[in-house]
C-alpha cells in the first residue's frame, strides 16, 4: 500500500541542489488501474497502481516489476499521450518523512508538485505541511501523473 499527500509548490526549498535527485521519463499504458513504465537512469520499472477512496489522503495499492531497457522501449511506444520528463528531488522532513519534489519540464515545462508518503492514514491526516508547500491537491485528478500524460499544460 501507498500513502500519500499531494502539494502544489509555493516557493522551492533554499539549497534544492544539495537533495538527491534523478530525472524520471514515464509514460502511461492505461489508466484504470494504472499501468505506467518509468526510466530513471538504468532503471526501468512497470508499475500497477489502483487507486483507493478515502478522505484527505491518497491510497492506492501498487506493483512494481523490473523490466530490461528492451522492454521498457517497446513499450513507451505503446504508451498514449505525453510522455512525462521530471526531476525528482528527495528533501527529508521530520519524523523521517521524505518530500518527493517533482519539477516538470517538457509540456509541463513549469509544473511543481511535491508528494509525501506515510506509513499509515492516521499519519496522513495529522501531517502539517512546511511553508514551501502550497494548496493540497490529493484530490484533484489533474495532478495525477496519469492525468497530466494525458493533457498539456495550459
Known sequence: MEIERKFLVR???????????RVIEQG?????????????GNDFILTVKDHIATPGTIVNREEEFALTAE???????????????KTRYRIPLHDSLVAELDIFSGAHL???IV???????????????????????SHKPEYRN?????????
Open 110 to 112: 513549469g509544473l511543481m
Open 71 to 85: 522492454s521498457y522501449d517497446r513499450l513507451l511506444s505503446k504508451c498514449d499521450g505525453i510522455i512525462l520528463s
Open 28 to 40: 502511461y499504458l492505461a489508466t484504470s488501474p494504472t499501468v505506467r513504465v518509468r526510466r530513471y
Open 146 to 154: 496519469s492525468y497530466l500524460a494525458s493533457h498539456k499544460s495550459k
Open 11 to 21: 516557493s522551492l526549498p533554499d539549497n534544492l541542489d544539495s537533495y538527491p535527485h
Open 115 to 137: 508528494e509525501v508518503e506515510f506509513p499509515d492514514v492516521e499519519s496522513a491526516l495529522a501531517f502539517e505541511p512546511p511553508c514551501w508547500f502550497g494548496d493540497d491537491v
